[in-house]
């Protein structure tokens, strides 16, 4: 065996089995809803957890004695926000080894990422630490900024199975299960029409070590770009963004990574294809216009970088966290009609919108997160504005209309416990609120064990008396 190359045993133990299991168990414990869902032998979490101890000893004996094989998941394709993806759904114990891999191999030094991927990582990556480091390269730059942005076109379905197979063959021994295992999470199978269907291109979407592999195919991306003399690299999964001063060095980021799209096998998105000049207005440069058009704003991973250095929220996003207020009043919407006093229709449409600036989907605060990095206090007054006027529409029945503030002004709406996302956003800025990206947290209870629910108008989400968001 050619030296270096991992084999099973110098990874597997049985600790890091039951260290996966802890956190494949976690999500249940927090969210008993998500244990309902069915994996793709038609069994919940809680049908694989029944088996308790007993089902771990087993599968620590198939694991030891290198005999378990991967069942066929199921494919799932959806349509989201226009976009066609195909998940992969695998039993418990499928889900469990896979979880298993993904934790095995993404910390060794066979598999040493790059710390511009930020993406998928064990630990020390994330959005939010990416999101930091770019507005952190911006704000540092003396003059103007020369920015490449691309985005891979569909990546997950793209990555070839030959060149996968041949990156890990550099880190894992080819005859080791260990190599079988991961040969078998890139040649997966799924169950098809008239039977097992192994997929010839991609990875299966969805999986944990889906995402370890995503990232053996880029690193020699990431390491060519990182080596590149004046240029800051930024990968975050098929997100890619290189910050450097010059047009010479820029173009020639720009000519690395069109290359490696066309050795790796993959396709770039010619709508978030992206070569401009960053510069505050009245700074001259020689080199400018030459395929680096000047730009007064970029966006990239939902926010919208200015060059007076504000960070917005991109308009993707702010039509988001739109719609999450509106889904929650349109969710009070049955309580709303039934009650006749409009005091108390104004009450509940306050306390649903209360509870959905705090809500957590998925485990992620998302309004707490773009809050964190949001600078542009004028956009945040604006949406600020747009909350207070759909619960006044949604609460009266009359509309977004000025003169629905006549009614109930801004004063009375907050100190009914209506949320001032600007001022939340101060909040966390200072310190003050903590806002993790992710959350996992269950509902208040009290000495006796009773869930509560504050009253509207006692102890509201934010400040009662903030800056008012209306001019």
Known sequence: MPEGRLRWRDVYSEAGLYKAAVALYSKPVFDWRKGLSHSGDGKTFYDFARGGLGRMASLHRSLAEEDFSFRPGV????????????????????????????????????????????????????????????????????????????????????????????????????????????????????????????????????????????????????????????????????????????RDSASAAAAALDGWFSRLKLSSKATHSLNVRFARTGLPSADAGEGFPDAGKFRHLGLEYCVDGNVRLSRDKFRKICNIFRRALKRAGSRLRKTKEEGKRLALAVRAAAEAASSVRRNVAIIDYYLRHVTDEGQLRLLDRWVAEEVLAVALGRGHKKGNFRVCGFGRLRSMGLPSLAHRARLIKHGIVKAPFFVRRGPAVNNLGATVRPACGETPVFSPCPEAAAG
């Not at 063959?169 to 080819?174: C, L, P, S």
Request: one cysteine or more; charged letters at 25%.
């Open 75 to 246: 494919r799932l394709d959806y349509n989201l926000n226009g976009k066609e993806r195909s998940f992969y759904i695998y039993p418990w114990k499928e889900r469990l080894v896979d979880l298993l891999l993904y934790r095995l191999l993404s910390g060794r030094k066979e598999f040493a990422f790059s710390p511009a991927s930020y993406a998928y990582r064990l630990s020390g990556g994330g959005v939010d630490l990416c999101q930091r480091a770019i507005r952190g390269a911006l704000s540092r730059a003396d003059g103007p900024s020369y920015l490449v942005k691309r985005d891979i076109s569909n990546y997950f379905p793209s990555i070839d199975h030959s060149l996968l197979l041949e990156r890990l063959a550099g880190a894992v021994d080819e005859g080791d299960y260990l190599f079988h295992l991961l040969e078998s999470r890139v040649r997966f199978s799924y169950a098809g029409p008239l039977g097992p269907v192994t997929a010839e291109q991609g990875v299966p979407f969805g999986t944990p070590v889906a995402c370890f592999l995503s990232n053996v195919y880029l690193t020699p991306v990431d390491r060519d770009l990182c080596s590149m003399r004046d240029v800051r690299y930024f990968r975050y999964a098929d997100d890619f963004l290189a910050v450097a001063p010059t």
